[in-house]
């Protein structure tokens, strides 16, 4: 029973597109996350929700737009694909924000 | 300005031996450090987290040291196996904001 899980696996699409990535949590943490890894490796916190509300932005371009239905969901649309948005993306959950449980992974890559 | 390093060059090790990966970073006060491990293809999972004020902690082969003062934490493995062949992450929590920052990660392979 996964306790992070999101979709897709893998998205591969053109520039200029529009794409959504699902993560849903069923260990009743307050805070999820998306982070995204490039291919240096390194992770970078783009948001983070608490109990639905946004309460970590870092500097992403306004075409990135998290959604959190409720405490368990945090989507996140990107609107008009570009090549640098190629990365693995990273949902992540936590209670306390402390230990983060993470997701396997969407592997983005922008054509 | 703020950095945090981690050995980029992989580390490799023959099975049995003791495993020392180096967490270096300037210009951050961390609440805490946490280390994770991440396979090929699998999201980072938890593995450690040590308080500022603690020095040394322990989880079965797993030990990390934290000094505040060299702005420095070390992970280490002892008793190596090749099922710990993995990329091995730090984490700075500076307990205020509610995120971490992230070094690079050390690949480690340890061979039979």
């Known amino acids: 029973d996964t306790a992070v899980s999101q979709t897709p696996k893998y998205l591969v699409t053109q520039m200029g597109n529009d794409k959504s990535i699902k993560c849903e949590q069923n260990l009743g943490h307050d805070t999820m996350y998306w982070y995204k890894q490039d291919s240096k490796k390194f992770l970078k916190i783009m948001f983070s929700y608490n109990n639905k509300e946004l309460i970590i932005n870092e500097t992403v371009p306004n075409r990135f737009s998290p959604k959190s239905p409720d405490k368990a969901h945090l989507n996140l649309h990107i609107n008009s694909l570009e090549l640098g948005d190629s990365a693995v993306y990273f949902c992540?959950?936590?209670?306390?924000?402390?230990?983060?449980?993470f997701g396997s992974g969407t592997q983005l890559s922008v054509l | 300005s703020q950095k945090i390093e981690q050995n980029s060059e992989a580390l490799n090790i023959q099975e049995g031996k003791t495993a020392t990966l180096t967490c270096n970073y300037t210009n951050y006060s961390p609440a805490y450090l946490q280390w994770y491990r991440q396979d090929p293809g699998r999201g980072p999972v938890f593995l450690l987290l040590?308080?500022?004020?603690?020095k040394e902690k322990r989880k079965e082969r797993l030990k990390v040291t934290f000094d505040t003062t060299l702005k420095q934490s070390l992970f280490h493995i002892t008793a190596s196996q090749p099922a710990d062949s993995a990329t091995y992450l730090c984490?700075?929590?500076?307990?205020?904001?509610?995120?971490?920052?992230f070094g690079q990660g050390t690949t480690l392979q340890v061979k039979p």
């Open positions: 040590i308080r500022e004020n603690e």
């Open positions: 984490a700075l929590d500076q307990g205020n904001t509610g995120k971490l920052i």
């Open positions: 992540a959950s936590s209670q306390g924000g402390r230990k983060l449980f």
